[in-house]
């Protein structure tokens, strides 16, 4: 017997849970080939195949709703559905099959989805709504709208209406959701102008929630710990008095570009006023002042558990200082700044001016809990960092010139710290190089500077 036969003779004689052990061993490259062997072997990939499912069009969705077997579905433990069109259809050709259809098809099978993202480019019929119900085993959720919002909204309606039926959902992304004129009479035809959803009135009442599908109802939703919004219109007065009724653990908040920094900055104010007393990490794009304690809604003060703060690209450089003595009374251990390469000189020398302040105030405890501080530069301001659900790794940007002279400047000015302060104080800067090349005139990023 050829050595060929004795190990095809071996591996036919091993049981089934041996070969699926083996089987789950090897990555999504590994497992392609080896599906292709016989039937037994592709019958025993399957699950592997089907465990992470991208689909990258609408036209793409209707096809994998129409071909997959549906017995297939229950496999899926990660979910990716873009609904944009591959390319425009011709004049005169037929239209294809609604996404809504499609969504409708291929849902109610994902009996094992624990993460699904959606990127609509409009938004799907309410008849969508029930699928997810269906979907016990789900936790994370990311729906970001990829389309025209003037032209082809994504309504807050809907989008609340989802997230409320998911069982068991944990970590909420939203991105570029719509304001309901429902809910925002006030922003129709006011200017600034802000797209508005008009129309969105026959979604059904929720069971939970009633008539009241606005964002800040969010926060009636029991299980969830994880909320992202970004380039979403924070406006809505009802996120300053809605009941919490789930315990949020990380919280990122955005922007709306239709809006003014300051407004931002009053419309984040309000929510962490409301909500901030369980948070235990956030991202912050807009500044924040005192008043952020002034719209408390519990009797400890806002913010008192958290530990981890993030400062996305879009967070004004000149409010580090002000934002950070803010934050002063939570104890933060970490603080992730990133920025745009443009800014990392005015960043670095903004955290000098904040490592001052704790240098002199340090027996008052001044931040006493923060060890460590990461700054990382970005290109392009689409790349503002993500935590929590829906948090991409990216590679980090190279810096280069006065960007890396900065960088080593702040490292320079921890190191002095350290070796100006006390023995009996362990909390003093320690510095973690930033890796320099061969030529010293460059460093990458991110520079972790651990205190």
Request: aromatic share 4%; hydrophobic share 40%.
């Given at each position: 017997?050829?050595?060929?036969?004795?190990?095809?003779?071996?591996?036919?004689?091993?049981?089934?849970?041996?070969?699926?052990?083996?089987?789950?061993?090897?990555?999504?490259?590994?497992?392609?080939?080896?599906?292709?062997?016989?039937?037994?072997?592709?019958?025993?990939?399957?699950?592997f195949l089907f465990r992470c499912v991208h689909i990258q069009s609408a036209e793409a969705l209707q096809q994998y709703a129409t071909h997959v077997p549906k017995i297939?579905?229950?496999?899926?433990?990660?979910?990716?559905?873009?609904?944009?069109?591959?390319?425009?259809?011709?004049?005169?050709?037929?239209?294809?099959?609604?996404?809504?259809?499609?969504?409708?098809?291929i849902l109610p099978h994902c009996s094992q989805l624990e993460q699904l993202t959606l990127s609509l480019a409009a938004s799907p019929a309410k008849a969508v709504i029930p699928c997810f119900q269906q979907l016990r085993e789900l936790t994370s959720l990311c729906i970001d709208h990829c389309g025209d919002e003037a032209r082809s909204p994504?309504?807050?309606?809907?989008?609340?209406?989802?997230?409320?039926?998911?069982?068991?959902?944990?970590?909420?992304?939203?991105?570029?959701?719509?304001?309901?004129?429902?809910?925002?009479?006030?922003?129709?035809?006011?200017?600034?102008?802000?797209?508005?959803?008009?129309?969105?009135?026959?979604?059904?009442?929720?069971?939970?929630?009633?008539?009241?599908?606005?964002?800040?109802?969010?926060?009636?939703?029991?299980?969830l710990k994880n909320l992202r919004i970004r380039d979403t219109h924070l406006g809505d007065p009802q996120w300053e008095c809605m009941p919490v009724c789930c315990a949020l653990e990380v919280l990122d908040l955005g922007s709306c570009y239709h809006e003014s920094n300051d407004y931002n900055r009053i419309c984040t104010e309000r929510i962490m006023g409301n909500i901030g007393h369980t948070v235990d990490e956030c991202a912050l794009n807009t500044a924040l002042t005192s008043q952020t304690f002034a719209h408390a809604k519990h009797p400890e003060r806002p913010l008192t558990k958290l530990r981890k703060v993030h400062l996305t690209p879009l967070f004004p450089v000149e409010n580090v200082v002000d934002t950070l003595t803010t934050l002063s009374d939570s104890p933060v251990e970490s603080l992730s700044v990133q920025c745009h390469e443009d800014d990392v000189v005015d960043m670095?020398?903004?955290?000098?001016?904040?490592?001052?302040?704790?240098?002199?105030?340090?027996?008052?405890?001044?931040?006493?809990?923060?060890?460590?501080?990461?700054?990382?530069?970005?290109?392009?301001?689409a790349d503002a960092l993500d935590i929590g659900v829906g948090s991409k790794k990216r590679a980090p940007e190279v810096l280069t010139g006065e960007n890396a002279d900065a960088v080593r400047r702040l490292q320079a000015f921890m190191r002095d710290l350290r070796l100006g302060a006390f023995a009996k104080e362990p909390e003093v800067p320690v510095v973690k190089p930033t890796t320099v090349n061969g030529r010293g005139r460059s460093a990458s990023a991110p520079a972790a500077l651990q205190l």
């Open positions: 017997m050829s050595s060929t036969s004795a190990i095809r003779a071996s591996w036919h004689a091993l049981p089934v849970e041996m070969k699926l052990a083996i089987v789950d061993q090897l990555d999504v490259d590994g497992v392609r080939p080896f599906s292709k062997v016989n039937h037994e072997s592709y019958s025993m990939s399957i699950p297939y579905l229950r496999h899926i433990r990660q979910l990716t559905i873009c609904t944009k069109r591959a390319k425009q259809p011709a004049r005169g050709s037929p239209q294809p099959a609604r996404v809504t259809d499609a969504l409708c098809d994504l309504s807050e309606r809907l989008v609340v209406s989802i997230a409320a039926t998911v069982p068991n959902l944990r970590h909420l992304s939203l991105d570029r959701i719509t304001r309901s004129a429902l809910h925002a009479p006030d922003l129709v035809g006011a200017k600034p102008f802000v797209p508005v959803v008009i129309g969105d009135e026959d979604i059904p009442d929720h069971a939970l929630l009633g008539r009241e599908l606005r964002l800040p109802s969010l926060l009636r939703l029991p299980t670095c020398s903004a955290l000098e001016d904040f490592l001052n302040i704790r240098a002199e105030r340090g027996e008052k405890g001044f931040y006493k809990h923060l060890n460590e501080i990461t700054v990382t530069a970005v290109s392009d301001l």
